[in-house]
């Protein structure tokens, strides 16, 4: 079993920035990749970007591709969300979630934090 933490949302002006971070404990050496999640009020659960664990390879959403970056501190358990030009419409609640194989669907889920962007 793997534990998942969010933390680093907030309230943030559009244009603005936000680095999130998501610390796993628990089982994380069985871990293949991690996510980035959205759900945004009134929406569904929308795919953000993941990493590969051990090798670190990324992919984005096309909402996110050349505004946030994903990345991973294995010492630490920690995978980070760095948002940059925010925009309105990314206001959402952002959860991280953990991967076990590629043919398995995300089986850990943090609870999630807040990101709120102003116009």
């Known amino acids: 079993q793997v534990q998942l933490a969010e933390s680093g949302g907030g309230l943030v002006q559009a244009g603005g920035s936000l680095r999130l971070s998501c610390v796993a404990s628990g089982r994380t050496f069985s871990s293949y990749a991690m996510g980035w999640f959205r759900q945004a009020p009134g929406k569904g659960r929308e795919f953000v970007a993941r990493?590969?664990?051990?090798?670190?390879?990324?992919y984005y959403s096309d909402s996110a591709k050349g505004r946030f970056t994903i990345s991973r501190d294995n010492a630490k358990n920690t995978v980070y969300l760095q948002m940059n030009s925010l925009k309105p419409e990314d206001t959402a609640v952002y959860s991280c979630?953990?991967?076990?194989?590629?043919?398995?669907?995300?089986?850990?889920w943090g609870q999630g934090t807040q990101v709120t962007v102003s116009s």
């Open positions: 979630a953990r991967k076990s194989a590629p043919s398995q669907a995300y089986d850990s």
């Open positions: 990493i590969n664990w051990n090798s670190g390879d990324p």
